[in-house]
């Protein structure tokens, strides 16, 4: 099936960057990069909490580095950094974090940020519609190319993003700056705008060091899906705690191929190691030196992840990744890992695939529109006539919403099914239900409805929620991630059934389930069900490369463009990646010539008999949830001897066990191994978590106070030691100032 209104696959002159992307053309250090490192067995993805890689924390290092050194600080300051997939994420996350922490301050606040942008690059994509601050999707975020607006409103508000570029003066800089310090509020520069001159230089003038700093793309040169912000301790402050650790996540945000690139061109633009010995010896000790590299990762990226890791076995050092299989150092010893994590899902063939160095990469061309490719064969598969790229889950969420408020005029309302994952930008975070996720980041999008469709009236809830006719858009995982509950056939018939009578769009995220992760290529009987629009991403990497997609139906598109028609095609071009678009549609093509589905049928339903066969006789599992190859081991909390700790916990502890006792790589009891797994592997899997649950319960008593004790002593050290840290930097400071 041809793609309505798109062109037949064809040679271009593809300009060396999209007048409205955000990507060049690869180059060639690009495409050897990535080949040395699928050849070496490098692991890219991992978890989606900002994995301990090399790579990362060596990158976080060197921006707090880049920052010291271009302020000229004489009492250097530690900046953490969390990496995203775009300069739209990074200042997504900025105003979250800012607004967390005003949010423990002043409970009472609105939650306003103000951003000075000349160049007006981000005001439609927060406010799509032109509702307005107080009703757009990202609610309270004023835009203004107007200093004085920003000058004249300085009370109640979060703080201020200055979008740093050449129409802005140094001057309204330091302004701006003075302002937010005498109101205690966050000052933002964003640089993703800029030229490094333009940056080096605006941060040797200003005042006072920035509370925190947004990197774009220009830092990977525009090779790779990269964004990053990096921030003070003090900025940082709310999510240094065991409960907000993991509270801004992302799956590809992190990775060691961008971190990689990004490290590199750093350190090329920068000329930081050239003349610092120091800095050149410091990333030596955190490439080769496991714990270096953990402690850097705790001073300049999360100072607990790596904590939590540890108590769960997961502070890996990795020394190769091969298909279904990781292999770690550990105490000295290597030791190799069935893998059922696999980038949270991003493992349709496993780690390195062997045909990308030779078949994709050596073939890579310039002029070749590869994204035309990808989106006709995912339009194709899918009976949808549009695809838009993304780079990341949550992106591809953010881009269905808008285009279907876009799509119903007069409507406003987002109804989302109780028990949803869907991102965490200040859009996608909308549907993700677990309130605590979202609570801290107010206020977000107005008019969402959460219904619980698994209730036992969850059909009358659903046409309820429904019945006033306002809902532009219903939104839910068929499969949902949470809990792995499916949408039983009676609500999909009543949805399906309703929106012909209120007018509303269907949108199914397939972002985790979809590309054949339970068995279909889509986790929905797509003969029945025909929705408005669904979202691609974990299995269009490969593991590889951050690619994501969204498919919309024709007639959504066309009015969307009749409402905003220059919003769409910015989207339409944005975030096109042709690198990415190339390794995805090698990998969907290979999945496909490979009857996956059928295999994943098969292996899947052999790894949940024989786990099926573990609960039987373990009194320590109840079930086992999910089907095809995302399963879910579900603990018989009442049996477990560490209950009083929680379910988290002990779900950590499983995972320790698994490692330890059985070689079996996995994370919360969550498995989620390549689709390429044979039934050997399954089998081997299996076996492995038979070995871990094999333990008597006064065992399993001692081993889980040991790794939580050991857990709680590292974090009181930690905090310790962050105590002993932050008083001496306030003492060298107040010294050299006479204080």
């Known amino acids: 099936m041809k793609p309505s209104g798109l062109l037949e696959t064809q040679i271009l002159d593809y300009p060396a960057t999209d007048p409205e992307g955000l990507y060049q053309a690869a180059k060639p250090a690009t495409l050897d990069t990535i080949a040395r490192r699928n050849q070496a067995g490098k692991a890219t993805f991992l978890l989606s909490s900002q994995p301990v890689f090399a790579e990362s924390a060596q990158l976080a290092f060197l921006l707090c580095e880049y920052i010291n050194t271009a302020q000229k600080l004489q009492n250097r300051i530690d900046y953490k950094t969390f990496f995203c997939n775009s300069r739209i994420e990074a200042l997504h996350g900025a105003i979250k974090l800012s607004r967390h922490r005003l949010c423990r301050e002043h409970p009472g606040s609105n939650g306003a940020v103000w951003v000075y942008d000349k160049n007006h690059f981000y005001a439609a994509l927060f406010d799509p519609l032109s509702l307005g601050p107080e009703n757009a999707l990202v609610p309270q975020v ?120 990004a490290r590199d061109r750093l350190l090329d633009r920068s000329g930081l190691a050239a003349d610092r010995p120091d800095i050149a010896r410091r990333l030596r000790d955190i490439a080769e030196s496991h714990p270096k590299r953990l402690a850097a990762f705790r001073r300049y990226i999360n100072p607990i992840a790596p904590l939590i890791y540890e108590a769960a076995g997961l502070d890996l050092d990795i020394v190769k990744a091969q298909g279904c299989r990781i292999t770690v150092k550990r105490h000295g010893h290597e030791m190799e890992l069935l893998d059922g994590i696999g980038g949270a899902g991003s493992n349709p063939r496993g780690y390195n695939p062997a045909d990308i160095p030779g078949q994709v990469l050596a073939r890579h061309d310039t002029r070749h529109d590869y994204w035309y490719g990808l989106a006709a064969r995912l339009c194709s598969l899918t009976g949808l006539e549009r695809a838009l790229p993304a780079v990341s889950g949550a992106c591809a969420v953010d881009i269905a919403w808008t285009l279907a408020l876009l799509a119903n005029p007069g409507k406003t309302k987002i109804v989302v099914f109780q028990g949803n994952y869907a991102g965490k930008t200040l859009i996608s975070l909308n549907g993700t239900t677990d309130t605590a996720m979202r609570e801290p980041f107010g206020p977000l999008y107005r008019n969402i409805s959460y ?289």
């Open 142 to 261: 004023f835009f203004t190319a107007d200093l004085d607006a920003v000058v004249a409103n300085p009370d109640g508000r979060v703080g201020v993003v200055a979008c740093l570029s050449p129409l802005i003066s140094q001057a309204d800089l330091d302004r701006i700056q003075n302002l937010c310090r005498l109101k205690h509020q966050a000052f933002i520069l964003d640089t993703s705008q800029a030229s490094n001159k333009l940056i080096e230089s605006s941060l040797a003038e200003l005042p006072h060091p920035p509370d925190i700093v947004v990197w774009g793309e220009d830092f990977v040169d525009y090779q790779v899906p990269f964004g990053a912000f990096s921030m003070t301790e003090v900025a940082y402050q709310p999510w240094c705690f065991v409960d907000t650790c993991f509270l801004h996540s992302s799956t590809y945000g992190g990775n060691s191929l961008v971190t990689a690139l």
């Open 451 to 739: 219904v619980d469709v698994l209730a036992e009236d969850g059909v009358e809830r659903l046409g309820k929620a429904l019945e006033p006719g306002d809902t532009a858009l219903v939104w839910f995982e068929f499969m949902q991630g949470n809990d792995l509950d499916r949408i039983p056939e009676h609500i999909m018939d009543k949805l399906f059934l309703y929106r012909e009578r209120f007018g509303y769009y269907i949108g199914i995220d397939e972002i985790l389930n979809g590309l054949f992760r339970t068995g279909g290529f889509l986790s929905f009987d797509q003969s029945r069900y025909q929705p408005d629009i669904i979202t691609f991403s974990k299995g269009l990497s490969d593991l590889s490369f951050p690619v994501s997609a969204t498919l919309v139906a024709e007639r959504l598109h066309q009015r969307a463009v009749q409402r905003n028609p220059g919003l769409v095609a910015r989207y339409e071009t944005l975030f096109r990646n042709q690198l990415g678009a190339q390794i995805a549609l090698n990998g969907l093509e290979r999945l496909l010539a490979a009857s996956t589905g059928e295999q994943v049928h098969r292996v899947g339903g052999l790894l949940k008999t024989e786990l099926e066969r573990i609960t039987a006789w373990s009194p320590l599992l109840k079930a086992v949830r999910g089907e095809g190859l995302h399963l879910h081991l579900v603990l018989d909390m009442g049996k477990f001897p560490l209950s009083w700790f929680g379910k988290n916990i002990a779900e950590l502890l499983v995972s320790r066990l698994c490692l330890v006792r059985g070689g079996v790589l996995q994370f919360f009891c969550r498995l989620l191994p390549a689709l390429a797994l044979t039934e050997a592997e399954a089998e081997a899997m299996a076996v492995g978590i038979a070995k871990a649950f094999r333990i008597n319960r006064f065992s399993l008593l001692l081993f889980g106070l040991q790794a939580v004790g050991g857990f709680l002593y590292l974090l009181a050290l930690a905090q310790v030691r962050s105590g002993l840290s932050g008083l001496m930097r306030r003492f060298s400071v107040e010294e050299s100032s006479g204080g």
